[in-house]
């Protein structure tokens, strides 16, 4: 079967430590796609969107639900905690979503079992132990579970007798290390087992091949949009490792994650925000405390969607947007939460990296060696005007534009769209971009890093 040409595949990835603003963007991006699909993460992601004032934070069902007609997936690449995907289900529906017809999960999707909770929970505890801070939802323990090969995938939870005998055979031997090394109380594999049927019935009907299905669309010229979860700098492999999520959470992963050949995918889209902010431990050379910090995160509300924790905040950090640029093959940027400066006089940003005398051009593989960095700041201008809910590149501040195209041609990227308040509505789109071609809507024309500049 040929192609057909208008068949169009754009992943959309967190170019920071997570929590850029994906869920209001791919919200926004949704009406352009006829497939949302997740392909990686579990329910340690949070991604919130709000429509008509109305606050929805999804964790496992991919944001475009909530948007007209598309149909969303839950790619093979996700780690799904059954108890969690039937309450998200459950609050949707209640909230009139309709998810029969819309809503797809993998067949091949791993399993999230009371006891990876239970192992992370106290592994993270245990003295000795380096503290990741983890979201506490059994992630990590999950995937070692699916690389070790002895994981259970979601077509297992329809066998009752595989099911049983898993729980059982996986609980002697957890039960064990836990009762060992950490004193946790044993799990009862019967009770897990009850609740495991229970739950394979409410999702039974919503669980195919979504990796023949996404091809099948992707040939019967649908467009397919991958929704990241986390983060690039959350990345397993190129992350600030050990403090990272145990997925691939970069471009790469999308085609893993979904079972979508890369030859698919049209575009990679990264989401920042105009600031950095991160949770949980590990380095973020550009961090700041006290009084910015304070402001920043009372303003930008930079409060864990999932656990509530306050983030960390610091400045934009350009040699790691680099580095996300370089990882994802990223040829568009989405800057969120402009509006968060709006009442600075002046804007450092992070240019580069010094170390003592030196020039660091590569960033270090080793916490010891990031945490040795020294920021270089280039400090811009503020605009001390209010961008809050713009929708007009034009009707920006002069100063917020050359804040942005000082970060677009420093990266030597386009930025695509300008997110200026929390409402899907609230975004600027920039004419002429890769974004748009991507999305259907335009024909690609000049970079638009040189757009950019000329206008600036
Ligand atoms: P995600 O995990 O990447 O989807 O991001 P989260 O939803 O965890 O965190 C982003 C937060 O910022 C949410 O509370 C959003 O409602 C909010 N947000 C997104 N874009 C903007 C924006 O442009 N301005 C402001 N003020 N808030 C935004
Ligand atoms: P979204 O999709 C921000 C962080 C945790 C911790 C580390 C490992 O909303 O951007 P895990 O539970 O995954 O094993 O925790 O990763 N983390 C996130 N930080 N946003 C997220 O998701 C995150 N998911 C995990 O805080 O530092
Ligand atoms: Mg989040």
């Given at each position: 079967?040929?192609?057909?040409?208008?068949?169009?595949?754009?992943?959309?990835?967190?170019?920071?430590?997570?929590?850029?603003?994906?869920?209001?963007?791919?919200?926004?991006?949704?009406?352009?796609?006829?497939?949302?699909?997740?392909?990686?993460?579990?329910?340690?992601?949070?991604?919130t969107?709000?429509?008509?004032?109305?606050?929805?934070?999804l964790q496992?069902?991919?944001?475009?639900?909530?948007?007209?007609?598309?149909?969303?997936?839950?790619?093979?690449?996700?780690?799904?905690?059954?108890?969690?995907?039937?309450?998200?289900?459950?609050?949707?529906?209640?909230?009139?979503?309709?998810?029969?017809g819309?809503?797809?999960?993998?067949?091949?999707?791993?399993?999230?079992?009371?006891?990876?909770?239970?192992?992370?929970?106290?592994?993270?505890?245990?003295?000795?132990?380096?503290?990741?801070?983890?979201?506490?939802?059994?992630?990590?323990?999950?995937?070692?579970?699916?690389?070790?090969?002895?994981?259970?995938?979601?077509?297992?939870?329809?066998?009752?007798?595989?099911?049983?005998?898993?729980?059982?055979?996986?609980?002697?031997?957890?039960?064990?290390?836990?009762?060992?090394?950490?004193?946790?109380?044993?799990?009862?594999?019967?009770?897990?087992?009850?609740?495991y049927?229970?739950?394979s019935?409410?999702?039974?009907?919503?669980?195919?091949?979504?990796?023949?299905?996404?091809?099948?669309a992707?040939?019967?010229?649908?467009?397919?949009?991958?929704?990241?979860?986390?983060?690039?700098?959350?990345?397993?492999?190129?992350?600030?490792?050990?403090?990272?999520?145990?997925?691939?959470?970069?471009?790469?992963?999308?085609?893993?994650?979904?079972?979508?050949?890369?030859?698919?995918?049209?575009?990679?889209?990264?989401?920042?925000?105009?600031?950095?902010?991160?949770?949980?431990?590990?380095?973020?050379?550009?961090?700041?405390?006290?009084?910015?910090?304070?402001?920043?995160?009372?303003?930008?509300?930079?409060f864990?969607?999932?656990?509530?924790?306050?983030?960390?905040?610091?400045?934009?950090?350009?040699?790691?947007?680099?580095?996300?640029?370089?990882?994802?093959?990223?040829?568009?940027?989405?800057?969120?939460k402009?509006?968060?400066?709006?009442?600075?006089?002046?804007?450092?940003?992070?240019?580069?990296?010094r170390r003592?005398?030196?020039?660091?051009?590569?960033?270090?593989?080793?916490?010891?060696?990031?945490?040795?960095?020294?920021?270089?700041?280039?400090?811009?201008?503020?605009?001390?005007?209010?961008?809050?809910?713009?929708?007009?590149?034009?009707?920006?501040?002069?100063?917020?534009?050359?804040?942005?195209?000082?970060?677009?041609?420093?990266?030597?990227?386009?930025?695509?769209?300008?997110?200026?308040?929390?409402?899907?509505?609230?975004?600027?789109?920039?004419?002429?971009?890769?974004?748009?071609?991507?999305?259907?809507?335009?024909?690609?024309?000049?970079?638009?890093?040189?757009?950019?500049?000329?206008?600036?």
């Amino acid at each position: 079967m040929s192609r057909n040409l208008a068949s169009r595949c754009v992943i959309v990835v967190g170019a920071q430590w997570g929590d850029e603003g994906k869920g209001k963007v791919v919200d926004l991006l949704a009406s352009h796609f006829d497939w949302i699909a997740r392909y990686q993460g579990g329910h340690n992601a949070g991604h919130t969107v709000i429509t008509g004032g109305r606050k929805h934070i999804l964790q496992l069902i991919p944001c475009g639900i909530l948007s007209g007609s598309a149909r969303a997936v839950i790619g093979n690449g996700v780690v799904i905690d059954p108890a969690a995907l039937v309450q998200e289900m459950d609050a949707l529906e209640a909230a009139n979503v309709q998810l029969e017809g819309r809503l797809f999960v993998s067949n091949r999707a791993q399993v999230i079992l009371p006891y990876h909770r239970m192992l992370e929970l106290a592994a993270e505890n245990a003295p000795g132990r380096i503290k990741i801070g983890t979201t506490s939802r059994g992630i990590g323990p999950s995937y070692e579970d699916k690389m070790g090969r002895r994981g259970l995938r979601i077509a297992d939870l329809f066998d009752a007798d595989l099911l049983r005998t898993h729980i059982e055979n996986a609980l002697r031997e957890k039960n064990a290390i836990a009762g060992a090394l950490y004193q946790a109380q044993p799990l009862d594999a019967g009770s897990i087992y009850e609740r495991y049927v229970d739950y394979s019935r409410r999702i039974r009907s919503y669980v195919t091949d979504t990796a023949a299905l996404l091809d099948q669309a992707w040939r019967a010229g649908d467009s397919i949009l991958l929704e990241g979860a986390q983060g690039t700098l959350l990345d397993i492999d190129h992350g600030t490792y050990p403090f990272v999520t145990s997925s691939s959470t970069t471009a790469g992963g999308g085609c893993t994650g979904t079972g979508l050949g890369p030859t698919r995918v049209s575009g990679v889209v990264g989401v920042s925000k105009a600031y950095a902010t991160r949770v949980g431990g590990g380095p973020f050379p550009t961090e700041l405390e006290g009084e910015i910090a304070e402001h920043l995160r009372e303003r930008g509300n930079e409060f864990g969607s999932v656990t509530g924790r306050p983030r960390r905040v610091g400045w934009i950090d350009l040699p790691l947007l680099r580095y996300a640029v370089r990882l994802n093959g990223m040829e568009s940027l989405i800057i969120t939460k402009l509006d968060v400066l709006d009442q600075l006089a002046e804007i450092p940003v992070c240019v580069g990296y010094r170390r003592g005398q030196s020039a660091v051009e590569e960033i270090p593989a080793t916490v010891a060696e990031m945490e040795k960095l020294e920021p270089v700041y280039e400090s811009l201008p503020g605009w001390q005007t209010s961008t809050a809910g713009v929708t007009q590149w034009a009707e920006l501040p002069r100063a917020a534009r050359a804040y942005l195209d000082f970060l677009a041609s420093r990266l030597e990227l386009e930025i695509g769209l300008i997110s200026t308040g929390p409402e899907r509505n609230e975004a600027a789109w920039l004419p002429h971009t890769k974004l748009q071609a991507w999305l259907g809507v335009t024909a690609p024309a000049k970079a638009s890093v040189e757009r950019v500049k000329a206008k600036g």
